[in-house]
């Protein structure tokens, strides 16, 4: 399934879906289909893996005890307990397995992790490769640095060291940045955003291109979150987030979209949603003070998956 | 940032990095050692089987594997397992395979190739007296292998073999490109996440050096005890 | 699930900007290679220095090189690595650790050093074994001519020996080769960190390995065929 740009046949598309899904689950159950794909698979071994991130903050991440939490972790559960109704399993597995930026896409395509829960922005490019459900979250890329630097447009940044997380859309966009504006930067790739972040603390990078939402809890819980300064210029517009999947799997993705299309619309959702961006969180009890915007207040109430930043 | 050394930090999070990292890494070890081991052994065999048809395959699988840095062959593995094992179960799709079982797979085929180099010499190193006289007496390939040859073989390598082991141990750190939570996974999530990173890699470094030393001064005892029956 | 396989993928453009993605594995072998051989020299040198240490006579020396080869021969060389980068800086007095952190290319610096000091414990041991093994009578000899130690070692004894260990000091060049791409966590962009970067770009992630496995399975062959090249070249007439 390709949505493409097109916001208004996606939206359709999937309200279709959803229904259709309904009206399914109410007069058969699904198991009276011959299944396939991903769900097949999950019937078959009464298992789930779900893929999470190490310092993805708040979305999914470790915590004091080196657990997996998180916004999207808890989507993913939720997703995980409607696909046990789906399949009437009497007990479902959930397994866990880390990714990273740079294996998260491989890994879902391999059948390692089935759920990818983290922040996965949604792109035409990498629906070539996997799929994604419903938007969970919307964010720019700009960078962090530290205050005493004075850095905060893009300018500022020339000739300088700055860091990103490999396999990101970020490092993309700030190569394509360098060589548009010829910036003269030195690129260094990290292998995830604690390690990023460290070569900022460190002063081995002046700056760390990043999605704001993740600059903002990095720096939060960092030893001293008033150090740093988040750039007024931003690389990209809000892009949305995505749980990933596999491509070419619709009644898999059929059950996971309404499973989040249902979770986003109701209160659930919202109380989920408040809980990590604006209460205490483990494992030190910041509160990143991050209410939800318009665009997202939007996005939950008329759940999409499309790609395009200007659909939200 | 770094002038106050704090051991607390390692001292509050030593049930982790021993309980979780240290069990994996050493699990790791001894698992792949011995499927290395196993492995590298049967590759040995074919390569002194004087059968061109398995000894050039098991030429270009050790000479190949020696060839690739490790980092490397670990993500081409990490990625490729689950399409080996949907290869070899004939599944209709990729195989689930877990951060482990990828891991496991990857250092013992690795390992195996330098394992098997030196049962190599081990078997050569036996006297061809020995065959003959195992053949004379009407023994077959496989009971001459199984109880004349590579019993010798394996003890007299038995040092080679368990020095290796211990350079496997320190490989199984490269688990770290996968973030998989091996010691020095552990150490450093801890050390990022307390921004503590001069106490952490200080430590993994003495607990790695401390267990190193110890176990190749016990390979080196080793050696001389086995060096006498010879 | 099928996998694309793409083999054109080479000859697009990577959005960095700056060529092709063949272009960008280039760089990246460019890289392997500078700090492979950059690295060999403090090996080498520093290697044959402390191997030289543990056959002389005197007990403080020996102590000296058993110290060092035991210190780096027993710490994972991804330890090392983060030792260096991370912690080196910061224990040095301030103002030289934030010089050494701003440095441009400071990951190819820390590599060098590392991966010098790393593989040198290696060559040390090599070249050791490699003294051990002349007959005692050449050293006696050199003596005996009215050669100081340093004479000897340098007109008899190591001449002598590096003829002995080429084979085993050529897979140990390979080996120091080969962990450059440990230097990857430390954000050196060499050969497999930009196979894995074009994996990424691209998701086209056999082709990617496939190409970086060919170049690294071409190297170790030019370096090996070289190496018995100058085997046959330097081999002493008659000894062998």
Redesign the interface.
């Known amino acids: 399934m390709h949505f493409g740009h097109h916001r208004s046949a996606a939206l359709s598309a999937a309200v279709v879906l959803a229904s259709a899904m309904g009206i399914t689950l109410g007069a058969s159950g699904a198991g009276a289909q011959e299944l396939t794909?991903t769900l097949k698979?999950i019937k078959e071994?009464g298992?789930i893996?779900i893929g999470y991130r190490?310092?993805s903050v708040p979305f999914s991440y470790?915590d004091g005890d080196?657990k997996p939490v998180g916004y999207a972790f808890e989507i993913c559960k939720k997703i995980a307990e409607a696909v046990k109704t789906n399949l009437k399993l009497t007990k479902l597995e959930v397994?866990l397995?880390?990714?990273?930026?740079?294996?998260r896409?491989?890994?879902i395509?391999?059948?390692?992790?089935?759920l990818e829960c983290g922040s996965t922005t949604n792109n035409v490019d990498?629906q070539?490769?996997v799929a994604f459900t419903n938007t969970h979250f919307l964010t720019a890329t700009r960078y962090v640095a530290k205050k005493s630097a004075k850095l905060d447009t893009i300018e500022d940044l020339k000739g300088k060291?700055v860091?990103s997380t490999?396999?990101t859309t970020n490092i993309?966009q700030i190569?394509?940045a360098?060589?548009?504006r010829g910036l003269g930067l030195?690129i260094?790739?990290?292998?995830?955003h604690?390690?990023a972040f460290?070569?900022v603390?460190?002063?081995?990078a002046a700056a760390f291109v990043m999605d704001d939402v993740l600059l903002a809890s990095l720096a939060a819980s960092?030893?001293e979150p008033g150090a740093y300064a988040i750039s007024s210029e931003a690389l990209s517009k809000p892009e949305p987030y995505g749980i990933m999947l596999?491509?070419?799997d619709a009644p898999f993705k059929a059950v996971v979209d309404e499973a989040t299309a249902k979770l986003y619309k109701s209160p659930e959702g919202k109380a989920l949603y408040e809980t990590w961006f604006t209460k205490p969180i483990p494992?030190r009890g910041i509160n990143l003070s991050l209410p939800m915007s318009d665009p997202m207040k939007k996005a939950f109430e008329s759940p999409s998956d499309s790609a395009d930043p200007a659909a939200y | 940032m770094f002038t106050d050394f704090d051991f607390g930090v390692v001292l509050s999070s030593l049930p982790y990095l021993f309980g979780t990292g240290m069990v994996f890494t050493l699990t790791l070890t001894a698992l792949a050692a011995s499927g290395g081991i196993i492995l590298g052994t049967i590759i040995a065999m074919m390569r002194l089987s004087g059968i061109t048809a398995l000894a050039l395959p098991a030429k270009i699988y050790v000479n190949f594997m020696r060839s690739l840095p490790l980092v490397l062959v670990i993500f081409w593995f990490y990625f490729l397992v689950p399409y080996i094992g949907q290869w070899m179960t004939g599944a209709s799709r990729p195989i689930s395979v877990g951060a482990f079982t990828s891991a496991l797979v990857t250092f013992t085929l690795f390992e195996a190739a330098f394992f098997s180099e030196i049962m190599r010499a081990g078997i050569q190193a036996i006297p061809k007296g020995q065959t003959a006289a195992a053949q004379a007496i009407g023994l077959t390939y496989g009971q001459t292998m199984r109880t004349v040859i590579l019993p010798q073989a394996f003890r007299n390598m038995l040092p080679l073999l368990l020095t290796q082991t211990i350079v496997l141990f320190q490989d199984t750190s490269l688990v770290y490109v996968i973030s998989l939570t091996d010691f020095l996974g552990a150490a450093s999530k801890v050390a990022q996440r307390d921004g503590r990173l001069v106490e952490m890699y200080l430590f993994a470094a003495a607990v790695y050096l401390v267990i190193c030393i110890t176990a190749s001064t016990l390979v080196r005892r080793l050696q001389r005890r086995v060096a006498i029956i010879r | 699930m099928n996998y694309n396989w793409n083999w054109r993928i080479f000859f697009e453009p990577s959005p960095e900007g700056t060529g092709t993605y063949a272009d960008m594995l280039l760089s990246g072998l460019s890289w392997t290679i500078a700090t492979a051989l950059c690295s060999w020299i403090i090996a080498f040198s520093l290697g044959s220095l402390i191997g030289v240490l543990r056959t002389l006579p005197s007990r403080g020396a020996q102590r000296v090189g058993t110290t060092y080869v035991e210190l780096f021969r027993n710490i994972p060389l991804l330890v090392q690595m983060f030792l260096w980068f991370y912690v080196v800086p910061e224990i040095l007095p301030g103002s030289w650790g934030t010089w050494l952190k701003q440095l441009p290319n400071s990951s190819f610096y820390t590599a060098v050093l590392c991966l010098g000091f790393f593989t040198a414990s290696r060559v040390a041991e090599q070249v050791r074994t490699g003294i051990e093994t002349l007959p005692r009578g050449q050293r006696m000899a050199g003596t005996a001519l009215g050669l100081t130690t340093w004479q000897t070692y340098r007109y008899v004894l190591l001449p002598n020996a590096y003829r002995v260990i080429l084979p085993p000091l050529t897979s140990e060049f390979l080996n120091n080769l080969k962990n450059t791409s440990v230097a990857l966590t430390i954000g050196l962009l060499e050969l497999t960190a930009r196979a894995r970067s074009m994996q990424e770009f691209s998701s086209q992630v056999f082709e990617s390995f496939t190409a970086a496995t060919v170049i690294y399975l071409g190297i170790s062959l030019i370096v090996v065929t070289v190496s018995s090249k100058l085997e046959t070249r330097i081999a002493v007439p008659g000894s062998r």
Not at chain 1, 97 to 103: G, I
Not at chain 1, 109 to 114: C, F, L, M, S
Not at chain 1, 188 to 192: E, N, Q, V
Not at chain 1, 201 to 204: A, H, S, V, Y
């Open positions: 794909g698979k071994t298992e893996t190490d310092a470790l080196q397994k397995n880390p990714v990273t930026s740079a294996t896409i491989p890994l395509a391999n059948g390692t992790v089935d990498r070539k490769q060291t860091v490999s396999g993309r190569n394509e360098n060589t548009a030195t260094l790739p990290a292998k995830d604690a390690e460290l070569m603390e460190t002063g081995r960092s030893k596999r491509k070419d494992p």
